[in-house]
């Protein structure tokens, strides 16, 4: 019996992050650095919303969700009315770094492909 749970083990899921080793002060820099990117990408698709052009309205829209989304990823305290949050943000833990990396940027560069014309501060906009 011993010896199918080692071969169980070893088919297991990546190991968290605990075991590649990171310290523990530098997973918590990557989370406040994951937070505070989050925070900035809601402000920055709340700006992007005050405008009359619907590709400027439509582009904060997914910045604000790709905010709620690295939220419930790397703070799910954030989000405790959202019941699958634990959940989401445990599968997340399992992941390698650079899992976590390519998968934060490739939201942001899916922004950037599909409204490449798109600007945060945009010529056309009335200023007080």
């Known amino acids: ?3 199918s749970g080692a071969a169980g083990a070893a088919a297991g899921p990546a190991p968290p992050a605990q075991e590649e080793g990171m ?3 530098y ?3 990557c989370r406040l650095a994951g937070v505070l990117g989050a925070v900035s990408c809601a402000i920055s698709g709340l700006f992007n919303c005050v405008t009359i ?7 904060g829209v997914w910045m604000i969700m790709n905010a709620f989304i690295l939220l419930l990823c790397e703070a799910p305290f954030c989000c405790q009315f959202v019941e699958f949050a634990n959940t989401v ?6 992941l390698r770094s ?6 934060y940027c ?3 560069e899916a922004l950037r492909g599909a409204w490449p014309d798109v600007r945060l501060l945009n010529r056309n906009t009335v200023s007080l």
């Open 89 to 94: 943000a445990e599968k997340v833990d399992r």
């Open 23 to 25: 310290t523990w002060w």
């Open 106 to 108: 490739g939201h942001g």
């Open 53 to 59: 052009h619907p590709l400027n309205i439509a582009a």
């Open 1 to 3: 019996m011993s010896g």
């Open 27 to 29: 997973r918590w820099l």
């Open 98 to 103: 650079w899992q976590k990396a390519v998968f």
